[in-house]
Each structure stands twice: as C-alpha cells, then as structure tokens.
C-alpha cells in the first residue's frame, strides 16, 4: 500500500526539539527535490529508523511501543515492524529481560543497541515519541479513520489513546495491541497525504514537544518520497511462555533468516517469502 510516510511526520517534528527553527522541516513538504539535488542526494545504503513509543502516563521508563523503520537502499520501500514488547532477549551488559526494560536501563541507545543485535539491524536514528501525539495528530489532522473488524472507525482525541492503548479486552492481548498501533499510523499516512503544506507544518510543529531524537543525529528527510511504498508488520514469534523467574514473555522464536534480510537490506523480499503476518493480512481487532 501506498501512503505518505507516517514516521516522516515524527521524524520532522523531532527537528522542532533542536535549535534549528521548524521551518526547514516543514519545507519537506511543501516541494519535492530538484533532479540534480535528487542526483546528489543518491544513497545506496538503507536506512533504519528505531521508533519508541512512551506512555508517559502509567509513569513506567519502560519502551511501551518499539518500531523499527527500515527503508531500502533505491528508497522506495520501507518495511516498518512492530516488536513485541515483551520479547525475551538479552539485553548488554544486564542479563535476559524483556526487550522493552532496555529503555529503562540504558535509554534509547541500549535499545538501540539490542535491537540490533537481535535482528542484525544497523540503526541510524532513534526516535522517542509519548503516547500524547496520538491526541495531538487527531486534533490537527482530524479525526483520524481506521479500518477494524467492526468496521470503519474515526478516531479523535481521547478515543485515540484509547484504541492504541487497549489489550486486556482483546483476543489476542499486546499482539492484537501492536496491529492496532500499525493501523492507526496507517490511518494518520493517509490524513497527511489529503493534508495541504500548511496542514502538514501545522502538525509538526505541534508534535515537536512529544518527539525526542537521539543525541547528534541528523535526519536526512529530503531522501524520502511521498510516494514510498509502506507494509506493516510485526516481528516473527516463538509464542508466549515464561521466563525462569514467573515473568509472561514472548519467546523470540527462529528470527535468523529475518536477521540475515535486514542485514542484507532484503526484508520487503522476506515479507514475501516468509508469508509474514502484515497489517493486511487480516481484520484489525
């Protein structure tokens, strides 16, 4: 599916935390790169963005959402997935805990550092964003539409929040939860590409007090197309189990031949191939 890239919009507004003025980010927007710019501009390495989510409110430093971005060396793919929050891996220099609790240990650059060496997966930039973006994206873009099991819904304000939160009344808890977070970046891809330039710079500039980029890390947005294909999906899975001290958990499973596709910057490849459970693979709870 084709949408205006979602992660875009996070990524400009953490230009809103610098000291640089929002302007240059918004301008992402507003006019594509000349061809000869485009030329220069050329980058044949992949890109790979580690996307955390914060709820702020339940007062917990753990991750509560963790995206990894990965767009393609010709830029016209970008693979985005969702990782169990509660995966069992080993986290470095602190033992085997759940994926998430690497945040609360080390902040983002630990997570960084697990994730990649979990899944082989170079991260260039991390980028830290609270769950009250959520709110925010529905109040500046409108009610935001998302298609479920039940039907078409439309999200806005407090509603929001509440449908990406949610889990305890799901079939499926936290893994019917990460769909739901895909869903609703889908559905904000597809508010921002009918918004005009000055919807669009309205809307980073609200989002800049909800984004954090990782220290000294510059952006290069001027690479990404309004016209780059997306898939959604969530990280392969050994099921759920428990860890030796009662902890729920999520077993990592056999991850080695996606390892080896992020590596080898072949992961829309692996999608095809694995039969991975994508956003569309079927109804959002």
């Known amino acids: 599916m084709r949408f205006f890239f979602a992660t875009t919009l996070f990524l400009s507004a953490c230009a809103g935390q610098a000291e640089a003025p929002l ?15 485009a030329e220069e501009n050329v980058e044949d390495e992949p890109l790979t963005v580690l996307l955390i989510g914060l709820d702020r409110d339940t007062g917990a430093q753990r991750a509560d959402a963790i995206l990894l971005v990965r767009i393609n060396g010709e830029r016209e793919h970008a ?10 891996v080993a986290i470095p220099g602190h033992g085997d805990a759940k994926i ?67 889990r305890s009344s799901l079939p499926g808890g936290d893994f019917d939860r990460v769909r739901r977070q895909q869903a609703y970046l889908a559905g904000v891809a597809n508010a921002l590409r009918d ?24 952006l290069p947005l001027g690479l990404l197309s309004d016209d780059l294909e997306m898939e959604f999906f969530s990280s392969t899975h050994g099921g759920t189990g428990w860890s030796a001290d009662g902890q729920s958990i999520v077993l990592p499973g056999d991850i080695e031949s996606l390892a080896d596709a992020f ?4 992961v829309d490849e692996w999608l095809e191939m694995a039969g991975a459970q994508t956003l569309d693979s079927r109804p959002v709870r």
Do not use: C, K
């Not at 005009?196 to 980029?213: D, G, M």
């Open 263 to 266: 590596e080898g910057d072949t």
């Open 79 to 88: 693979a985005i997935m969702s990782i169990h929050r509660d995966t069992w």
């Open 195 to 218: 918004a005009n330039a000055a919807e669009r710079a309205r809307t980073v500039a609200a989002l800049s007090e909800h984004v954090t980029i990782g220290d000294e890390q510059t």
């Open 100 to 166: 998430n609790a690497a945040y609360a240990d080390g902040g983002a650059e630990l997570l960084a550092d697990t994730v990649d060496m979990l899944y082989s997966a170079r991260i260039d930039h991390t980028v830290a964003v609270d769950f009250d973006a959520f709110v925010t994206l529905s109040e500046m873009l409108g009610p935001i539409t998302v298609s479920t099991s039940a039907g078409t819904v439309e999200l806005a304000g407090d509603e929001a929040l509440s449908f990406v939160r949610e």
């Open 23 to 37: 302007t240059p980010a918004a301008s992402v927007y507003e006019s594509a790169p000349t061809e000869d710019a």
